[in-house]
């Protein structure tokens, strides 16, 4: 199991090294930085300094290993740099040290503010919302397969198989867009939503306001592509289990319908419905990005897009690593699950 677990960690350590490997060639050379962090009246004493600061003096092989140097948990820095780039860790050496450390992913051109910092400030938002999301689709998901299983071939099961082909078929960014309108908008009035809002309102007299209706919405939105796939999932594996012959033996002992359905036939059922919760979670990560902008929910989705708008690419390229980090992190949880749960995976894998 060891092994398996070490063979699967050094996978993902090669998905993420491509990760950043493509992040940093993709996003060098838009744009001059110093003019990004002072403006068009910066001096050339001062866009020599800061080229200077950000290695952009150096030849690209060389930027590449100060970049890879810098965001790694282990790393080599003078007292200087750990003094002038704020770093926490710790290191060991005199002027030259090495290191254990936090990721240093650089600072915003536009706010001068570390970027893990920033990132750290919206993470929760995102987190929150991708678990939201979950539940609702979870719930409405199961809800929905287990009545178009019990009313098999009649006009719920029509109408469940056409909620889930639609809700998979919809694209998140057009979801969002409708519900945002209709229930933000047209039926505001009955349904006391908003279209845009985040976890937390200033109020200049109330101060800071928790507002836990502002994630109904987006938490739908975002919920509806997992919600379609575990109603079809749930209806068929308990079709697969309401066949078997011993729900037939609890139907001949007298056992109520719902009984029966609920905590014999369900029970049996939900194996590979969990399997597609925990591999949706990591896909509600990349869906968030469209959902937070369009409902402006705080989080890391809409604090790329920002970033994006304002040519801040410290921001985004610190947002890219982040989430592939949390990619590649639920990936290997999934195997390491799958693997103790099924020895013949460990074999195979």
């Not at 810098?70 to 030259?96: A, M, N, V, W």
């Not at 993470?123 to 979950?134: E, R, S, Y």
């Not at 287990?146 to 098999?152: D, G, P, S, T, W």
């Not at 919405?217 to 999932?233: E, H, K, S, V, Y």
Request: glycine share 10%; net charge positive.
């Amino acid at each position: 199991m060891i092994r398996y677990i070490l063979r699967k960690s050094f996978y993902g350590l090669l998905v993420l090294l491509g990760v950043v490997v493509t992040v940093f060639f993709l996003f060098q050379g838009f744009g001059d930085p110093s003019r990004l962090v002072m403006g068009q009246r910066a001096d050339a004493a001062t866009q020599e300094n800061i080229r200077k600061e950000l290695y952009l003096d150096q030849p690209k092989w060389k930027q590449f290993v100060y970049y890879l140097d810098d965001i790694s948990p282990i790393g080599i820095h003078s007292r200087e740099e750990i003094e002038q780039k704020g770093l926490r860790g710790i290191f060991i050496g005199g002027k030259t040290t090495i290191g254990l450390k936090w990721p240093y992913l650089r600072r915003s051109y536009q706010t001068k503010r570390e970027v893990g910092a920033i990132l750290m400030e919206a993470l929760p938002g995102t987190l929150l919302l991708a678990l939201a999301a979950m539940f609702v689709a979870t719930i409405l998901g199961i809800g929905l397969g287990v009545l178009a299983a019990i009313k098999k071939g009649t006009v719920w099961d029509t109408s469940s198989i056409f909620v889930s082909v639609l809700g998979i078929s919809a694209p998140s960014f057009f979801m969002g867009i409708v519900i945002a309108y209709l229930f933000g908008f047209v039926f505001s009035h009955a349904t006391g939503l908003h279209m845009t809002g985040s976890l937390f309102d200033t109020d200049p007299f109330a101060g800071r306001q928790l507002q836990l209706r502002n994630l109904i919405l987006p938490a739908l939105t975002l919920g509806i592509r997992p919600m379609a796939i575990i109603a079809q999932l749930t209806r068929g594996s308990l079709l697969d289990v309401l066949d078997q012959e011993y729900i037939r033996s609890a139907y001949a002992k007298g056992l109520k319908p719902r009984a029966v359905v609920w905590k014999h036939g369900l029970r049996n059922a939900l194996n590979p419905v969990i399997t597609a919760i925990t591999g949706w979670f990591a896909e509600l990560l990349a869906g968030a990005f469209f959902v937070e902008t369009i409902f402006g929910w705080k989080g890391i989705g809409k604090v790329t897009v920002d970033a994006l708008e304002k040519l801040d690419f410290p921001v985004v390229m610190g947002s890219v690593l982040v989430s592939s980090c949390f990619f590649i992190g639920i990936s290997l949880l999934s195997d390491v699950l799958y693997g103790l749960v099924d020895p013949r995976v460990r074999m195979t894998g």
